[in-house]
């Protein structure tokens, strides 16, 4: 496996508020899959041109622009209001790569794959798989940072991405509040350690709609949750502030779900992957995160089968799960990334053996969430509509996160809309998933 930079896209967005905000959806999508954004044509290795159509002045700027983008670097995609009339660009310029109508995210996101893919790596990469296919409308990933400060040794990501570089607050707020405006109902906040947020910067003040903020972790939930939408965090490392946004989740501002990556819980096992964390202190935090907020939801993910890992580390990574009773796990099997430092690590296990594992792992923790959402069953509850299948509606909970985690089937229902809110009681249960009814 090679890798190489992240792919650099060129944007221009001409035209009026409404433009903007498709540029924004367009922005966002290509920030949360690994895009880099630049802001001149020669760093660019695409360029997407958001055109207006609306006067002749404007239509003239825009044909301008795609002729400039296509002298300066070549590779142009056009997306915006003069799309939409005719075929004028096509005859203007018929080299460029694609040409769209406006509010076309996904048609300008599928011209960009094909011109410029970014490789989906598990080990890079925010957004699951799934993501790829390019989020519903009604919800998007709101990428708050890049880099990372720490050095997991199972990690490429500092040595591909540097160290932490936080986005300004108020972009970050501005992007978040156009998406709301433009009909977002879930904002999943990502990046690669999120409650680092504004370290970089010193947690520099900036402003939103004229308040002063600040570049951190707290501020940024509390002020996303004064939007109208669920706002979900991702990856969130568990430094001690990370305390701090419970009572926004007990309070009903921000969804009450953490997603943290714990890795493991052997102090031997997470001491050689450079992980900080303590797995006695994560149990004694866990509590009081369940004392404080009881609706919360945490999910984590785990490594199985790291270099090193005996039959007791194994174990106690099981029997932290057992104790911790999270309510969502994902879990991987080691594999070796070209570039990380744990592949000169000894004690490497073998294959077989952490298939084993991490089969035994999954068995343990099914039994687990089976448990838990056997308990949802009579409750009442609103949910969110993400589509329909064969059999009616899927749905989600507060406590699950698009992509990664279970959904509620409300079968038979096949009307209601994507990104609308309805109430629910649970009447059934597997090991992930919920099923549901739907209540007036
Ligand atoms: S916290 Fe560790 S695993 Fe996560 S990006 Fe940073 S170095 Fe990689």
């Given amino acids: ?129 799934g993501g790829i296919k390019l989020t519903p409308r009604h919800y998007a990933y709101l990428k708050i940072s890049e880099g990372c400060n720490h050095r997991c040794r199972f990690c490429i990501i500092p040595a591909l991405r540097g160290d932490l570089v936080s986005r300004p607050v108020g972009e970050v707020l501005q992007e978040a509040e156009n998406l709301v405006q433009a009909g977002v109902k879930e904002l999943l906040v990502v990046s690669q350690d999120t409650s680092a947020y504004g370290v970089d910067v010193k947690y520099r003040t900036d402003f939103w709609g ?49 997603d943290i990556p714990l890795q493991h819980a052997s102090p031997k096992i997470l001491k050689s992957m450079k992980r900080p964390a303590n797995s006695e202190n994560v149990l004694r935090r866990i509590e009081s995160w369940r004392r404080d907020c009881p609706d919360i939801t945490l999910r984590s993910t ?28 994902g879990a991987f099997a080691y594999s070796p990334v070209e570039g990380a430092a744990a592949n000169d690590l000894t004690g490497h296990i073998s294959e077989d053996e952490k298939q084993d594992r991490l089969q035994e792992f999954m068995e343990v923790q099914a039994e687990i ?16 509509v993400d589509g329909q299948d064969e059999h009616g509606s899927i749905t989600r909970r507060q406590a699950d996160a698009p992509e990664v985690d279970g959904v509620v089937y409300v079968e038979g229902e096949f009307d209601l809309p994507a990104g609308e809110f309805v109430e629910v009681e649970i009447t059934n249960s597997d090991a992930y998933d919920l099923y549901a009814r739907l209540v007036d």
């Fill in 1 to 129: 496996m090679t890798h190489s930079s992240p792919p650099r896209v060129g944007f221009i967005s001409l035209g009026c508020p409404k433009a903007l905000v498709d540029s924004e959806r367009i922005l966002t999508q290509l920030r949360a899959e690994g895009y880099d954004i630049v802001p001149d044509y020669a760093g660019a290795d695409l360029v997407v041109v958001n055109t207006c159509g609306f006067i002749d002045a404007a239509v003239e700027e825009s044909l301008d622009t795609i002729g400039e983008a296509l002298q300066e670097n070549g590779k142009v995609i056009v997306t915006g209001c003069l799309g939409a009339k005719g075929d004028i660009v096509q005859q203007s310029h018929p080299q460029v790569l694609a040409v769209t109508g406006p509010h076309a995210l996904e048609e300008v996101m599928t011209a960009v794959h094909k011109h410029l893919p970014a490789a989906h790596d598990p080990y890079t990469s925010l957004i699951p798989p």
């Fill in 210 to 258: 004229g308040r002063p903020v600040k570049t951190r972790f707290t501020e940024l939930a509390a002020a996303l949750g004064s939007l109208d939408a669920w706002v979900r965090l991702h990856y969130v490392y568990p430094y001690p502030h990370v305390d701090e946004v419970i009572p926004l989740m007990a309070e009903g501002r921000i969804v009450p779900y953490l």
């Fill in 302 to 329: 785990f490594i199985v089968g790291f270099p090193g890992e005996t039959a007791q580390d194994f174990t106690e990574l099981l029997e932290f799960l057992k104790v911790a009773q999270l309510d969502r796990v």
């Fill in 369 to 384: 969430s089976a448990s838990k959402l056997a308990t949802k069953v009579g409750q009442r509850m609103t949910v969110i």
